[in-house]
């Protein structure tokens, strides 16, 4: 019933493989694929007024690969807020 939704996405839930670079890695998580759509889902929902990204550790991303992963997932949020605000203009919700 509210109004509003904040989403916090945090790294570790990604698994180790693809995220070595979260604070508390773990060999089961979501894989790419999963944390993308959960992130394009996330945005086209026009409660969420706030989203974030989580516990990333440099230190330990030694490839950068979190880092680009961490990229991709903000691309697939902007995609999925670019489709809400087309349903938007279209007068959905």
Do not use: W
């Amino acid at each position: 019933g509210s109004d509003a939704a904040f989403v916090s996405l945090d790294v570790d839930a990604i698994a180790q493989c693809y995220a070595p670079g979260s604070s508390a890695p773990s060999p089961e998580g979501f894989n790419p694929e999963e944390i993308k759509i959960i992130a394009f889902e996330a945005a086209k929902n026009h409660k969420v007024k706030l989203f974030e990204i989580m516990e990333y550790n440099p230190r330990y991303d030694f490839d950068m690969r979190t880092a680009r992963l961490i990229v991709e997932i903000l691309a697939s949020f902007f995609c999925g807020y670019k489709t809400r605000i087309e349903i938007e203009k279209k007068g959905g919700k």
